[in-house]
């Protein structure tokens, strides 16, 4: 194995490990160099089809795109895909193989230490650096005997440490602190530097704290990240808090009021970010009903739908919805969503519940019935309406077929790199409510703008004849690198990845 490896661990979950690995993976493909990023386990709703049809977590394909590679399902080995507060379905290598309550599966954590293994080696072989992402905290005492993610990951990969701390919601110090403290001594020496990320104000308030830090434990500051609200890139497995506490302020009458139901098993939600580039538009994730209608409401994908629609019972969104239809509110379902439009969900082999058959939202005509293969495969289509060709992908358990004429949405012409020809999704009362098992559609610029253009016309809005301007992704990801490249030291980094780091080096802490 020739690949250096370097691992992102974090002080808790949501210190930005994701995003920091992702702007490492793409500093060092701009300093030359072949890199993969690697997460052992991951536990994310939010997940990818790599292109041999692998279902991996979002965030890796994120990183893998940021350092330029294409990702196969060896970036992420084990994926939890959580369908309750208590169990997951466990994929490996890629594919679905049992879910597992918590306790199960945590006995079971060493029998997929050779799957982590043999990936980690295969991309060690292939690639001139691996950016190991870690998850959660190394700290978590009571799963230390249970890890494969953290500290074990980094022994397999004779990885050194970097430990994330987010500043922005207090306490950083006292938590690298705290967590060499709480994690043993041979794990505490792979710790080689500590990150500061998302710092606001003035920089040089921090410098006593770095040099008590480095006092305390020996261990040097690699940098300090400043905060930045308009990144661009998703946060691994919810919203980010800037986009959290400015949820639902923007209600704009003048702007098209895009509402997505926010549910409790609520799966690639990603799906919408899109929306939030657009200036005319107000996306809103909505937690509870609201007391007014949009113009758009969309009901997301799900990893459990039935458990779902049961929520969109007992919440009262259901009568939502319905009044949205009687009121011409556009009512789209994705996947999951889909599904809960038709009349029927079956579940003959209980693959979601007991319970055989439940009652649909009766919106559109159709029945989906669950089977125990899961569907997962990239797939090209075309928008029937507009002949605009998207790019997508469908992970999903069922099938679902129309019980009368209606109108598809999509021509699907390529499947898992395969020329196809057949339909995709339903269409009824002239476009106002349709469904779709294709994600990631509403990605494509010029299929976004199409369906944007419809409300702009009805809301008297300036018509745009191409998609607003926004930065692509190759740029997003080029602006991260950069944040990362002018607040750490190069040196210190580049020393830690070599694994020739001295005890007595005097980094530059502070830029």
Not at 205 to 227: A, D, F, K
Request: with cysteine; charged share 20%; glycine share 8%.
């Amino acid at each position: 194995m020739s690949a250096k490896t370097i691992m992102i661990q974090g002080t808790g979950s949501h210190v930005g490990k994701s995003v920091m690995t992702a702007g490492l993976c793409r500093m060092l493909l701009q300093d030359g160099f072949s890199v993969a990023p690697f997460k052992a386990q991951n536990m994310s709703n939010n997940s990818f089809v790599t292109h041999d049809g692998g279902e991996i977590g979002r965030a890796q394909a994120v990183q893998a795109e940021a350092a330029g590679t294409r990702p196969p399902v060896d970036m992420n080995p084990i994926l939890l895909k959580p369908n309750s507060d208590m169990g997951a379905q466990v994929v490996v290598w890629g594919k679905p193989v049992k879910t597992m309550q918590a306790r199960e599966y945590q006995f079971h954590t060493s029998s997929f230490l050779p799957q982590v293994q043999e990936s980690l080696n295969r991309l060690m072989n292939k690639f001139d650096v691996v950016v190991i992402e870690g998850a959660g905290s190394p700290a978590e005492i009571n799963l230390q005997d249970y890890d494969i993610v953290n500290m074990r990951t980094a022994q397999l990969a004779d990885a050194p440490v970097v430990l994330v701390g987010d500043i922005d919601r207090g306490g950083v110090f006292a938590s690298f602190v705290g967590t060499l403290e709480l994690i043993p001594p041979k794990d505490r020496e792979r710790i080689k530097a500590f990150l500061i990320n998302k710092f606001r104000g003035d920089i040089s308030l921090l410098e006593s704290g770095i040099v008590y830090l480095l006092g305390r434990t020996g261990i040097p500051t690699l940098g300090v990240i400043p905060y930045e609200a308009n990144l661009g890139i998703m946060e691994e497995d919810g919203l980010s808090d800037e986009r959290i506490k400015n949820n639902g302020r923007d209600q704009n009458p003048n702007k098209i009021l895009i509402d997505v139901i926010w549910l409790p098993r609520v799966s690639n939600f990603t799906d919408f970010a899109s929306f939030d580039l657009e200036p005319d538009v107000a996306l809103t994730y909505l937690r509870e009903v609201p007391n007014r209608l949009p113009d758009i409401c969309i009901i997301p994908g799900t990893k459990s739908t039935i458990a779902d629609l049961e929520f969109l019972r007992t919440s009262g969104f259901d009568q939502w919805i319905q009044k949205c239809v009687d009121h011409g509110v556009t009512v789209i379902g994705i996947c999951g969503g889909y599904q809960m439009l038709g009349e029927w969900i079956l579940d003959p082999y209980g693959v979601e519940s007991n319970l055989e058959e439940v009652p649909g939202l009766g919106l559109i005509s159709s029945v989906t019935a669950f089977n125990p293969e899961k569907i997962m495969k990239q797939v090209s289509a075309i928008h029937l309406e507009s002949g605009i060709e998207v790019e997508g992908y469908e992970i999903h358990m069922g099938e679902t077929k129309h019980m009368s004429i209606t109108r598809p949405v999509f021509q699907v012409t390529e499947c898992g790199g395969n020329t196809v020809k057949s339909e995709d999704g339903i269409s009824v009362r002239d476009g106002q409510i349709w469904g779709t098992y294709l994600h990631g559609i509403f990605d494509s610029d010029a299929f976004r703008n199409y369906f944007l253009n419809q409300f702009r016309s009805k809301k008297s809005l300036s018509i745009l004849t191409q998609p607003a301007a926004t930065a692509s992704k190759q740029e997003v990801y080029d602006r991260l690198a950069n944040l990362v490249r002018s607040h750490v030291d190069l040196n210190l980094f580049y020393h830690i990845l070599n694994k020739q780091l001295s005890t007595n080096l005097a980094p530059n802490q502070i830029k």
